[in-house]
C-alpha cells in the first residue's frame, strides 16, 4: 500500500497560475491597404496580420466607415478586397470580435485616399478625305486626312509610308484635314497607313485608315509647243523623232524637221519623205503618203493622239491611237 502524499494547497495555486501565464491572449500586430491612393472605384485590399491563431468563436472584423465586414484569412493572415467609390481621405478600423460582436482587445487604424474619378477616354477617330490610288516616282505623292476626338484633346496624326521611310507624325487640330506629302522613288505597290493620337491616360489611338497604291516611273511625253512661225517671223528649229501605235493598221515612226517642213515616215516596208503641214495645235501631211495605199495623217500637239485615214488597197481604213517621242533636239514636241 502506497503511502499517502500531502500536496499543499499553496503548490497547487502555484500551478495553476504558471499555466494560465502560458496561454497568449491573440492581437493584430500588423495593418495595411493596397493602394494607399486611388481612383474612385478602385479596388482597394486590406490586410490584418496577427501574433497568433484566432480563438474559437472570434473573428477579424474591419469597419470601412458603413459597419462591420468580416476579413477572410487561416491562422494569422486575414484579408479583405473592396471597391471604394467615395472620394477623399479615409480610415479603417481593424479589430478581433467575439461572437457577440464585442471588441476583444484594441483596434488598429489605417489611411487612404480615394481621389476622384478620371473623365473616360475615348479614342480619337481618322477619316481619309482625299488620296489618288496611283503616284509617279520622285513627285510629290500627297494625303488629306481629317481626325476628331469627343473629349477635345486630339493630338496628332502619324502616317506610316510603307516603303521603309520614317513614320512622320504631325500635330493635328480637330475636325480640320492635315494633308501629308512623300516622294516615292521606287516603282512597286505600296501600302501607307495612318492612325490618330490623342492627350488621354492612357494615350489612345485611332483605328488605322490605310491605301494600297501603284507607284510608277513617269512616261516621256514631250509635246511640240512652238507655231510654226513665232512672232519675230523665224521658224523654230529641231527635229522630234516618234513611234506611232495605231489600233487598225501597220505602226510606224515619224521624224519631224518644223524648220524645214520635212517628215520623214518610216515603216517596215520602207521610208517617205513628205511635207508636213504644221499649225499651232495639230501636224499632217499636205498630200496623202503613198507608202503603204493612199494615206493621211492627222497628229494632235498637245496629246500626240493620232488619227489615220486612207486606202489600203481597195479597203478603206479610218483608225486612231498615239504617239510617244523616243528622241528629240532644240524645240520639244
Known amino acids: 500500500m502506497k503511502p499517502n502524499v500531502f500536496v499543499p494547497l499553496s503548490f497547487l495555486f502555484l500551478l ?3 499555466q494560465a501565464a502560458t496561454v497568449t491572449k491573440t492581437t493584430i500586430t500588423q495593418t495595411s491597404v493596397t493602394p494607399t491612393s486611388a481612383p474612385a472605384g478602385t479596388m482597394f485590399k486590406f490586410t490584418a496580420e496577427l501574433n497568433a491563431p484566432l480563438t474559437t468563436g472570434n473573428k477579424v472584423k474591419i469597419d470601412l466607415g458603413k459597419g462591420l465586414a468580416s476579413m477572410t484569412g487561416t491562422k494569422t493572415s486575414y484579408s479583405l478586397s473592396r471597391a471604394i467609390y467615395t472620394t ?18 484594441k483596434v488598429s487604424s489605417g489611411n487612404y485616399v480615394v481621389q476622384s474619378a478620371s473623365p473616360e477616354n475615348h479614342a480619337p477617330t481618322l477619316s481619309l478625305v482625299k488620296a489618288d490610288a496611283t ?23 502619324t502616317m506610316n ?6 513614320p512622320e507624325t504631325l ?13 516615292y522613288t521606287t516603282a512597286d505597290s505600296f501600302g501607307w497607313n495612318a492612325f490618330a493620337n490623342d492627350k488621354g491616360t492612357p494615350v489612345l489611338k485611332s483605328k488605322s485608315v490605310s491605301k494600297i497604291i501603284t507607284v510608277s516611273n513617269p512616261v516621256i511625253t514631250e509635246v511640240i509647243d512652238v507655231p510654226v512661225q513665232n512672232t519675230s517671223g523665224n521658224k523654230p528649229t529641231g527635229i522630234v523623232y516618234l513611234n506611232c ?27 517617205q519623205n513628205a511635207v508636213g503641214f504644221f499649225s499651232p ?35 478603206k481604213v479610218e483608225t486612231t491611237g498615239e504617239c510617244v517621242v523616243i528622241n528629240t533636239s532644240g524645240n520639244k514636241i
Not at 161 to 166: A, C, P, T
Not at 298 to 307: F, K, M, P, Q
Request: glycine fraction near 8%; hydrophobic fraction near 35%.
Open 16 to 18: 495553476s497560475t504558471a
Open 88 to 105: 477623399g481621405s479615409q480610415t479603417y478600423k481593424v479589430g478581433i470580435y467575439n461572437a457577440k460582436n464585442v471588441l476583444q482587445g
Open 135 to 157: 503616284a509617279i516616282t520622285n513627285t510629290a505623292y500627297t494625303v488629306r486626312l481629317n481626325a476628331k476626338d469627343v473629349d477635345a484633346n486630339l493630338n496628332s496624326i
Open 161 to 166: 509610308w510603307g516603303d521603309n521611310s520614317e
Open 171 to 183: 500635330t493635328a487640330t480637330d475636325s480640320k484635314d492635315l494633308v501629308f506629302s512623300h516622294i
Open 245 to 271: 501605235d495605231l489600233q487598225a493598221a501597220v505602226d510606224f515612226s515619224l521624224k519631224i524637221d518644223e524648220a524645214s517642213g520635212n517628215i520623214t515616215v518610216t515603216r517596215p516596208s520602207g521610208s
Open 281 to 315: 495645235t495639230k501636224i499632217s501631211f499636205q498630200t496623202p503618203l503613198t507608202i503603204y495605199g493612199h494615206s493621211d495623217y492627222e497628229i494632235d500637239r498637245s496629246t500626240l493622239g493620232i488619227v489615220f485615214t486612207g486606202v489600203i488597197g481597195d479597203t
